[in-house]
């Protein structure tokens, strides 16, 4: 087994956690600017602290100045996610989210990087683009409407592609771990202004932020790792195979939003899930 898949398994995987810990915190009101606030900068605590303690990390400003316009980009994506998992299932969401930017950014990372692919990989958009439909729709025979949160996320669509392929570019010539840190600290910075400037419109649920620290402090711990293995899977591996793994995410994410968030099963979109996993793999392939 090739390590970049081995470290695109585990790092799908760890995150599908802080992906519910995140609809935990939003089903509890917490605001989506003041908790990607916090995550990004405990991301970047997290991060930096291994990386310096065991890599010999080293952050220079042009790496800084180079990792804002993809910190501005994650910051844009993460809370307009946030405000839309406050009202739709993670078990929902997270595969539609997910297979869009599957499918767009392989089809990106082919035309834009030149990556190459295989007509097994082409099947795989079909076999995801079925599986997303039997997501999204109430019964299996009625055609699935497209509301106001998932045209939002379709939206994100071209900011998630930006962000990837930045990330994949810049990765040929930085450090995995230096580049994540760097890009956690200049959405903290971005966010940190944006929260300066939205405080009076920003309520913080009761109770302040004691018991939403914990939960992001969790959530920022299995994120981070999940950057790391996900970083360097990239710095191995071309991107057209690295983000389809992102399916192991979705089966994960509605598992636990089943188990622990308590959200309602439905037998077709168990069934969607896992054809979206199996469409991701033919695209990996």
């Not at 081995?6 to 956690?17: E, M, N, R």
């Not at 939206?155 to 990837?164: E, F, G, K």
């Not at 890009?183 to 202004?193: C, E, H, K, N, T």
């Amino acid at each position: 087994m090739d390590l970049w898949f081995l470290f695109s398994i585990l790092g799908y995987t760890i995150g599908a956690v802080a992906g519910i810990l995140d609809k935990y915190m939003m089903n509890r009101l917490y605001h989506p600017v003041t908790t990607v606030l916090l995550r990004t900068l405990f991301n970047a605590i997290f991060l930096g602290t291994a990386g310096i303690l065991f890599l010999q990390l080293s952050i220079t400003p042009s790496l800084l100045m180079l990792a804002a316009i993809p910190a501005f980009l994650l910051a844009i994506s993460f809370v307009v996610y946030l405000r839309v998992l406050q009202k739709k299932d993670a078990s929902e969401i997270q595969p539609f989210s997910q297979s869009l930017d599957t499918l767009f950014i392989f089809l990106a990372a082919i035309i834009l990087l030149h990556e190459p692919a295989r007509l097994e990989n082409y099947i795989g958009i079909l076999v995801i683009v079925i599986g997303v439909y039997l997501v999204l729709t109430e019964h299996i025979t009625k055609v699935p409407r497209l509301d106001r949160n998932l045209l939002i996320i379709a939206a994100l669509v071209p900011i998630d592609i930006a962000y990837a392929l930045l990330v994949k570019t810049f990765l040929g010539t930085a450090d995995p771990i230096a580049l994540a840190v760097s890009i956690y600290l200049m959405a903290f910075f971005m966010l940190g202004i944006i929260s300066l400037l939205m405080r009076r419109h920003i309520h913080r649920p009761a109770g302040s932020l004691k018991p939403q620290m914990r939960i992001v402090l969790v959530a920022s711990l299995c994120a981070a790792t999940a950057a790391a293995f996900l970083y360097t899977a990239l710095s191995q591996a071309a991107a057209s195979k690295v983000y389809p793994m992102a399916g192991i995410s979705s089966v994960m994410v509605f598992l636990l939003a089943t188990v622990f968030l308590k959200e309602k099963f439905h037998k077709h979109r168990f069934i969607g899930t896992i054809i979206v996993v199996f469409g991701i793999y033919l695209i990996s392939l």
